[in-house]
């Protein structure tokens, strides 16, 4: 059983429209994260969230939101795409209580603006 | 904020040659630090990681070594194999801090040449 995952996996666009990534993960675990990995492969974290608080990088633009409809789920939705927005975008879960606060990632999404 | 610097960013060597990562960190209240390899196409997957009650761990080919005092650790991988070639990251978090994020460095491009 995959224990992230994300769809679509290739998501290809035209510029000014908004397309959403979905991610579930099956771990049970309290907190999700979105990340953005750019062509020169850093990792950048975009959100954090958990049952109590999102924590918004300040860095991301107001034109990205996620949205948790239950535990399980952190969903990407993305509004009026910008080439700059091509990257691949993982997304992550981990359990936050007791000691063992690895963070497991999705296969990723490769997000291409044109 | 955090902030994790690494080096190098690319790294060649020859097969059953050992590779050394190295990374520091700025906020000294950190005390959690992973490592993650991603291979071509691939997720970031956990390899190891250090608390900052530790100085050394060690797994098989794998050990990372923490130098609080300096704000520094390291990644070294003994006897390199073709399959250790990858993308390796390190990242640091504060658990103490409520924040969940974690900080990454941007990446070691390790080829094991055969």
């Known amino acids: 059983d995959t224990a992230v995952s994300q769809t679509p996996k290739y998501l290809v666009t035209q510029m000014g429209n908004d397309k959403s990534i979905k991610c579930e993960q099956n771990?049970?675990?309290?907190?999700m994260y979105w990340y953005k990995q750019d062509s020169k492969k850093f990792l950048k974290i975009m959100f954090s969230?958990?049952?109590?608080?999102?924590?918004i990088n300040e860095t991301v633009p107001n034109r990205f939101s996620p949205k948790s409809p239950d535990k399980a789920h952190l969903n990407l939705h993305i509004n009026s795409l910008e080439l700059g927005d091509s990257a691949v975008y993982f997304c992550?879960?981990?359990?936050?209580?007791?000691?063992?606060?690895?963070?497991?990632f999705g296969p990723g999404t490769r997000l291409t603006v044109l | 904020g955090e902030n994790v610097e690494q080096h190098p960013s690319t790294l060649s060597v020859q097969e059953g040659d050992s590779a050394v990562i190295k990374c520091t960190y700025s906020?000294?209240?950190?005390?959690?630090f992973p490592w993650y390899k991603q291979e071509l196409g691939k997720r970031p997957q956990l390899i190891i990681d250090?608390?900052?009650?530790?100085g050394e761990k060690k797994d098989q080919r794998i050990a990372v070594t923490l130098n609080k005092t300096a704000k520094h650790f390291s990644l070294h991988i003994t006897e390199t194999q073709p399959e250790d070639s990858a993308v390796y990251f390190c990242?640091?978090?504060?658990?103490?801090?409520?924040?969940?994020?974690?900080?990454f460095g941007k990446g070691t491009k390790l080829s094991v040449i055969p």
């Open positions: 969230y958990n049952n109590k608080e999102l924590i």
């Open positions: 906020d000294s209240a950190s005390n959690y």
């Open positions: 250090i608390r900052s009650n530790v």
């Open positions: 771990l049970g675990h309290d907190t």
């Open positions: 992550a879960s981990s359990q936050t209580s007791g000691r063992g606060n690895e963070q497991f």
């Open positions: 990242a640091a978090r504060n658990s103490g801090a409520g924040s969940y994020q974690l900080t």
